[in-house]
């Protein structure tokens, strides 16, 4: 042993010697990566014995586990509140990197845990399962979700269930069988998605038998919470009757649909409480046919009590091959973390599956959505591999194809299906009636504008978001509500958007646009977590642009936009939330007078993007006037068009009317018309807000002038 090592047992010695309730039994010695022994703890005038091991690298944690540190053992304990099913005391202490501190303190945790819980008997708030010995060199562990609660006591009958794995696991290769209960014979079924249930029935299925106790199979010699380990404990909980019909059944009765592998599965289930009420819980048994745990003998003339009873069957005495259980019903197979009930709920659309329709799919699973509808007519290429979420083995395959396959080995709960064509490939009329019939959301990923088209020429009644990325990364535009197309067209203008020039081989073929997973999924996510929050909130979803900044400071910057448009004018006008926003604040200060600005930003003929507001630091107002005078604003907005080489520029004016209509004033016209004919000025057709502003409410409604007329837009 070297010198280091030495000196941890040492120290370990000496720390236990000064704690008078501990005495150590058995040596401390290095054992492989640990210090083990055993002591005694003399503690409440109860006296508890517990091997000991000690991580060789303390006070860092126990190899393998997260929070602990030193391991107290004592089979004899299981069954106990937080004792683990190899014995050891179940305690988390805080991670400190003071050795003497931490040993000291995870001591004081070993004599808490007995007199909370060995001598006082606590039991924690939470339900603890009954802790069975379960067979070691095998694992069978059979999966099931909450039913209905209508099992009477004492009843039984038959269960379905499908094989979903059966391989061997490590260099050992232990047999490891994973099964999905499919549900009861009585009509009772576990509530998997119709997607993944007949997942579950294309692969081997079989018949199980249950028997419903009602209060949970406590093993009465044992302390705690231990089941029962042997067959004829199990006298007290099953009827005479189906002790005869599991006897018969396994004799003879049971066909080739019960067993696997010579295995008859055997469920038993109780009450259990729960945060409602109480559910149904289950626990597995493997019941061996070279094994069989009943047995019938004759019964002796002078002990007969029915002359028609001339035998009676048994239970053995032979032990329980117990497996194990786990409910992952919807609430808790989400139950750390899900998206809002409004996406979850709703029957979802993804139009385009490659780089973000497949990664959005995934999350969309992941957060406990129910039904997904997935559409694209391309296969995967080794190309598509680095940024979407496909395998090697996907390639040739059609992508909704082998999405699908991806989606039903994550959630058992969705239910998904298929177009792997585009949807200008059918009648409009037809694909508005499949739309507004089976969908409630749709999330375009398609970067395609005649998707756009599609969805604005039909008028779709549910939600829409446009997703796309801008070449590079260097932004997600997320566009939903009327008019995709001209919402796209107009702000892909203004982004930063070079043109991709990546070309797959030689040939023919497009460019497509450059990035990378990483940067992909961080704006994706980014995205859907504005998208939930809005529908958590109960707010409207407005289109938004995520924008990060990694120049100097890295930032990221989300601008949500109103939009609101003309149809007789072709017009449209973006404007950040944020800006409206600070004019309400700004109006409210002034209020009860009148006052106002002027918008900068980007146009493309009539369609505006507002980017920013000037005030004016010259003005006259009073509560029916506001007149701006030049002051500095001449000078800013030409230092702004100079800085941005001409792209953001002036667009029109903003004014309040307190109290007021948003409809504008015959001198709001006269000033508008003035600006458009100043050739200084250089906009024919500016822009005109008009805000109504009390201390209660606040409103308002964008204007165009345009031959000699204010048309307003909708919104």
């Known amino acids: 042993m070297d010198k280091e090592k030495s000196e941890i047992l040492e120290r370990l010695n000496r720390l ?27 503690f409440l005038n109860e006296l508890l014995s517990f091997q000991i091991k000690v991580p060789n690298h303390y006070p860092l944690t126990h190899p393998n586990s997260d929070n602990i540190s030193i391991i107290f053992k004592n089979e004899e304990y299981v069954g106990l509140e937080h004792i683990n099913l190899d014995g050891s005391v179940c305690f988390h202490p805080d991670k400190d990197d003071d050795f003497d501190r931490k040993f000291i303190y995870e001591l004081k945790c070993l004599k808490q845990w007995i007199r909370d819980y060995y001598i006082i008997g606590k039991q924690d708030e939470n339900y603890s399962y009954l802790v069975h010995t379960t067979e070691k060199g095998k694992v069978n562990r059979l999966y099931f979700t909450n039913t209905e609660n209508k099992f009477d006591k004492n009843s039984f009958g038959e269960f379905d269930y499908s094989i979903f794995t059966d391989e061997k696991y490590g260099d050992s290769k232990i047999p490891v069988k994973k099964f999905f209960r499919l549900g009861f014979r009585n009509g009772e079924e576990d509530k998997w998605s119709k997607t993944f249930r007949d997942e579950l029935k294309s692969r081997t299925c079989k018949k199980g038998i249950y028997y419903f106790i009602e209060d949970e199979p406590i093993r009465e010699s044992s302390r705690g919470r231990k089941g029962v380990e042997t067959w004829d404990e199990l006298n007290t909980f ?11 059944g396994l004799r003879r009765g049971f066909g080739k649909s019960f067993f696997h592998e010579n295995n008859l599965l055997f469920l038993i289930g109780y009450r259990i409480p729960n945060l409602e009420n109480y559910e149904e819980h289950w626990d597995l048994i493997r019941i061996s046919k070279r094994n069989i745990p009943v047995e019938s003998r004759r019964i002796p003339k002078q002990e007969r009590e029915q002359l028609n ?10 032990k329980i091959l117990w497996g194990t259980t786990e409910n992952i019903d919807y609430t808790r197979f989400f139950g750390r973390g899900k998206l809002n009930d409004k996406i979850t709920n709703s029957h979802i659309l993804i139009i385009g599956c ?28 080794g190309g598509n591999l680095c940024r979407a979420n496909y395998h090697l083995y996907d390639m040739i395959y059609q992508k909704t194809e082998r999405l699908t396959k991806r989606l039903k080995a994550i959630s058992p709960f969705l239910n998904t299906t298929s177009i792997d064509f585009k949807l200008n490939s059918i009648d409009l009329r037809k694909v508005k009636e499949i739309l507004d019939k089976y969908i409630d959301v749709i999330f375009d990923c398609s970067a395609d504008p005649e998707v756009t088209f599609i969805l604005d020429k039909v008028g779709f009644k549910g939600d829409i978001f446009s997703l796309a990325i801008t070449n590079n990364a260097k932004s997600l535009v997320s566009i939903t509500g009327p008019n995709l197309t001209k919402q796209a067209r107009s702000l892909f203008a203004f982004l930063e958007n070079s043109e991709p020039t990546y070309i797959e081989g030689t040939g023919c073929g497009y460019p ?15 995205g859907l977590k504005i998208i939930n929050n809005n529908y958590s909130k109960n707010r409207k979803n407005e289109t938004f642009v995520i924008k990060p900044e990694f120049e100097s400071v890295p930032s990221i910057d989300i601008i949500e936009y109103n939009f609101s448009f003309s149809d007789n004018q072709n017009s449209s006008i973006h404007i950040p939330m944020g800006l409206l926003n600070e004019i309400e604040e700004i109006t409210r200060f002034h209020y009860p007078n009148e006052f106002g600005g002027v918008f900068v930003g980007y146009r493309t003929d009539r369609d505006f993007i507002i980017t920013d507001l000037l005030l004016p630091d010259k003005f006259e107002n009073g509560r029916a006037i506001f007149i701006r005078h030049p002051g500095s604003l001449n000078q800013r907005l030409s230092e702004i068009h100079r800085t941005t080489n001409g792209k953001i520029e002036y667009l029109g004016e903003w004014h309040s009317h307190p109290d007021g209509p948003t409809k504008p004033s015959k001198r709001d016209f006269n000033e508008m018309k003035k600006i458009a004919r100043d050739k200084k000025i ?25 031959k000699s007329k204010l048309n307003r837009y909708e919104l």
């Open 16 to 42: 236990i010697g000064k704690d008078e309730d501990i005495t150590i039994l058995e040596k401390i010695r290095l054992d492989g990566n640990y210090f083990s022994g055993k002591i005694e703890v003399s």
């Open 238 to 248: 099953l009827s005479d009757v189906f002790i005869d019909y599991l006897h018969t």
């Open 309 to 318: 009873k001339m035998h009676e069957t048994t239970l053995k005495k032979s």
């Open 354 to 381: 490659g780089a973000l329709g497949s990664s959005l799919a995934e999350i969309l699973a992941r957060g406990g959505v129910k039904n997904l509808s997935l559409e694209d007519f391309d296969n995967i290429r």
């Open 512 to 526: 497509t646009f450059e990035a990378n997973y990483n940067d992909i999924n961080y704006l994706l996510h980014t």
């Open 682 to 706: 250089s906009i024919a057709q500016p822009l005109l807000m008009i805000v109504a502003v009390s201390m209660e409410s606040f409103s308002n409604d964008f204007y165009i002038y345009n």
